[in-house]
């Protein structure tokens, strides 16, 4: 088929699925009770992806007075995941997943569709280093820390251990603080699910309070089972990795695609973010966040929120969906969080500490679209409360058509400043307290990764 003729057909298709229920208002799904409307049933289901445009000279995401943004660094190859080393020291994810093959016509044309919003871009699979000595807003040195990595995304330091999350594996690297590139191959601490499907191939990552067990975030092999059962053998959910020994076990299942780990500061208790199923329509499922309870099963496939069975799957299973829990806090359907982080190390105002703020990628499959930004959720008592507050906008162009940037992972830096990865208009985005000094202009652009091998 030529370019100009698949075009031509993918417009065909999308203008065939535009139509679709009433929308409803994000807000009437924030929270432990959302709003549950009836799933609708597509051959192919509804699809809006705006074109990346990226950012103009001078355009940054929007925030509320208060706040300040400004690129931190530019110019990477689709940055994914941001990690705050002990000494200041920014670690950047370049990273995007492997090819993933086509069973379905469907699976083409979402796949061509998504592909317009830059999942398709190239990415360096590899970690860059970024330091910024003297505090100012603007790192100094820029190295390849390390490279040939195959698909990775999460990133935690545990003394002088590394981890990295690949598609396959966990790794191990030695880490000495001030150096700028490693060099030693990287131990094998335990095998991932992988391929050959691999549908959702990130694999989030965190450690432990005591350090003692690594939580690794799996997801599913599909959307809903329709690459068979078998397929989804360890997906689908939270695995809890001993460090001394490898032996990894689940934690908690039924998590579609668990994106986010991290431990809340206040009661220790892990929390992860989770995007949830799609094509039964532009309100169903929401996306969450939630407490991870061990052994709890929070429903994927076979029900969503709770006990709401999804009658696509087959066979159904009563059984599992009488064990099924859930999740503490929707987000709203569709906005596909990607990254998490909690603020009470925060140097921000003090409204937005005590909470958690949650990257939204954005949505594909929903018109109007839900996501694109990023959110603060205030915690009370170590629980989620009230609804979500718009943190950074503006990733959308004024009229909705084109997208200039997508948020993806959430750090705090140093001195307490949110980082922010956007892998469509590839930069890091660093947001602090209004009126502290502005960052110098014009010395992020030009920096290339250097000191290790490309």
């Given at each position: 088929?030529?370019?100009?003729?698949?075009?031509?057909?993918?417009?065909?298709?999308?203008?065939?699925?535009?139509?679709?229920?009433?929308?409803?208002?994000?807000?009437?799904?924030?929270?432990?009770?959302?709003?549950l409307p009836a799933p609708q049933q597509y051959v192919i289901p509804p699809m809006q992806v705006p074109p990346s445009a990226g950012w103009g000279k001078g355009e940054t995401p929007v925030v509320p007075a208060g706040l300040q943004i400004s690129a931190f660094a530019t110019d990477f190859e689709h940055p994914r995941s941001v990690y705050t080393l002990p000494n200041g020291d920014v670690l950047v994810v370049e990273t995007n997943g492997p090819k993933a093959p086509i069973y379905r016509p469907k699976d083409y044309v979402e796949g061509k569709v998504k592909a317009m919003a830059g999942s398709a871009a190239h990415a360096g699979n590899r970690i860059i280093l970024l330091r910024d000595a003297n505090g100012d807003g603007v790192p100094e040195q820029r190295t390849v820390f390390i490279d040939h990595l195959n698909s990775p995304f999460g990133v935690v330091l545990v003394g002088n251990d590394l981890y990295v999350a690949a598609t396959d594996a966990i790794l191990k690297f030695p880490y000495v603080p001030g150096e700028t590139h490693i060099s030693a191959p990287g131990v094998k601490v335990t095998d991932l699910p992988a391929g050959p499907i691999n549908h959702h191939w990130t694999k989030s990552l965190t450690a432990s309070p005591d350090g003692s067990k690594l939580y690794v975030g799996v997801g599913s092999n599909s959307n809903v089972t329709e690459n068979g059962i078998a397929a989804?053998?360890?997906?689908?959910?939270?695995?809890?990795?001993?460090?001394?020994?490898?032996?990894?076990?689940?934690?908690?299942?039924?998590?579609?695609?668990?994106?986010?780990?991290a431990f809340e500061p206040v009661t220790n208790k892990l929390w992860t973010i989770v995007n949830e199923r799609d094509e039964i329509g532009p309100n169903?499922?929401?996306?969450?966040?939630?407490?991870?309870?061990?052994?709890a099963f929070y429903g994927w496939p076979y029900s969503y929120f709770g006990q709401h069975v999804d009658v696509r799957v087959q066979p159904q299973r009563p059984d599992m969906v009488a064990k099924a829990i859930a999740p503490d806090y929707a987000l709203s359907s569709h906005v596909?969080?990607?990254?998490?982080?909690?603020?009470?190390?925060?140097?921000?105002?003090?409204?937005?500490?005590?909470?958690?703020?949650?990257?939204?990628?954005?949505?594909?499959?929903?018109?109007?679209?839900?996501?694109?930004?990023?959110?603060y959720i205030p915690f009370r008592d170590g629980r989620p409360t009230g609804s979500p507050q718009d943190?950074?906008?503006?990733?959308?162009?004024?009229?909705?058509?084109?997208?200039?940037?997508?948020?993806?992972?959430?750090?705090?830096?140093?001195?307490g400043a949110l980082l922010i990865a956007d892998d469509v208009g590839n930069v890091v985005w660093r947001v602090t307290a209004a009126g502290g000094p502005a960052p110098r202009a014009g010395t992020v652009a030009s920096a290339s990764p250097k000191g290790g091998p490309g």
């Open positions: 088929m030529t370019p100009v003729r698949t075009n031509g057909v993918l417009v065909a298709l999308l203008m065939v699925t535009a139509c679709h229920p009433k929308i409803a208002d994000p807000s009437t799904q924030y929270g432990a009770n959302p709003e989804e053998t360890g997906r689908a959910a939270i695995w809890e990795v001993d460090r001394a020994t490898g032996f990894k076990r689940i934690f908690a299942s039924g998590t579609r695609n668990p994106t986010g780990l169903l499922v929401p996306d969450y966040l939630t407490s991870v309870k061990e052994n596909a969080p990607l990254g998490m982080v909690f603020t009470e190390a925060s140097s921000l105002p003090a409204s937005y500490r005590g909470g958690v703020l949650v990257s939204e990628h954005g949505s594909w499959d929903r018109s109007p679209l839900n996501g694109y930004k990023v959110v943190v950074v906008t503006g990733f959308l162009t004024p009229d909705g058509t084109h997208s200039r940037g997508r948020p993806v992972g959430v750090t705090l830096d140093h001195s």
